[in-house]
T-cell receptor, first 113, second 110 residues
Framework: EAEVAQSPRYKITEKSQAVAFWCDPISGHATLYWYRQILGQGPELLVQFQDESVVDDSQLPKDRFSAERLKGVDSTLKIQPAELGDSAMYLC???????????FGDGTRLSIL | KNEVEQSPQNLTAQEGEFITINCSYSVGISALHWLQQHPGGGIVSLFMLSSGKKKHGRLIATINIQEKHSSLHITASHPRDSAVYICAVSSETSGSRLTFGEGTQLTVNP
């Protein structure tokens, strides 16, 4: 089991609904990443936090996606409203600081019906 | 053209064979990562390197900065090595942001 905790492991929901993912990084890790991985492709960075601050959200579709890490520890990624094309694996990773090896969670597999 | 290209896309081997997966990149990098992803989805970091060669058990990773190329080798392959192997780079200009290749699906048959 991964040291970075993610929940839920699986989520099935209908389009137009709201969906949320949670990530608890390794204790003491200041940097947290959310990635999206479409089947058959490599992960794509959605957002990177340094403590509670966003340092890179250039690839985050901000019209429907939001992410927060209010106390600089755990983080939530939300999609509202979900679209069919959002079906993917959502991975969370953390590192001690930026540039250090990243430790990944087991991911949340999202299916939009 | 992707910044990170891997080959082959799919690889099937017999148990015991020596395996090589290649990664080419087109940008200046600060580090290159090799990652392993099992069917359940979780990703494990295997190596992070910026020069030379690293070895861990049956796995060896090499990088040639001048040629912008890295290889991952698996000696004495085993069915439990079956997974997707992903190459990722952090470029000199992107900080810690990783750019990923599309992965190599390795299947090792008994």
């Amino acid at each position: 089991e991964a040291e970075v905790a993610q929940s839920p492991r699986y989520k099935i929901t209908e389009k137009s609904q709201a969906v949320a993912f949670w990530c608890d990084p390794i204790s003491g890790h200041a940097t947290l990443y959310w990635y999206r991985q479409i089947l058959g492709q490599g992960p794509e960075l959605l957002v990177q936090f340094q403590d509670e601050s966003v340092v890179d959200d250039s690839q985050l579709p901000k019209d429907r996606f939001s992410a927060e890490r209010l106390k600089g520890v755990d983080s939530t990624l939300k999609i509202q409203p979900a679209e069919l094309g959002d079906s993917a694996m959502y991975l969370c990773a953390s590192s001690l600081t930026g540039g250090q090896p990243q430790h990944f969670g087991d991911g949340t597999r999202l299916s939009i019906l | 053209k992707n910044e990170v290209e891997q080959s082959p896309q799919n690889l099937t081997a017999q148990e015991g064979e020596f395996i090589t997966i290649n990664c080419s990149y087109s940008v200046g990098i600060s580090a290159l990562h090799w990652l392993q992803q099992h069917p359940g989805g979780g990703i494990v970091s295997l190596f992070m390197l910026s020069s030379g060669k690293k070895k861990h058990g049956r796995l060896i990773a090499t990088i040639n900065i001048q040629e912008k190329h890295s290889s991952l080798h698996i000696t004495a392959s085993h069915p439990r090595d079956s997974a997707v192997y992903i190459c990722a780079v952090s470029s000199e200009t992107s900080g810690s942001r990783l750019t990923f290749g599309e992965g190599t699906q390795l299947t090792v048959n008994p």
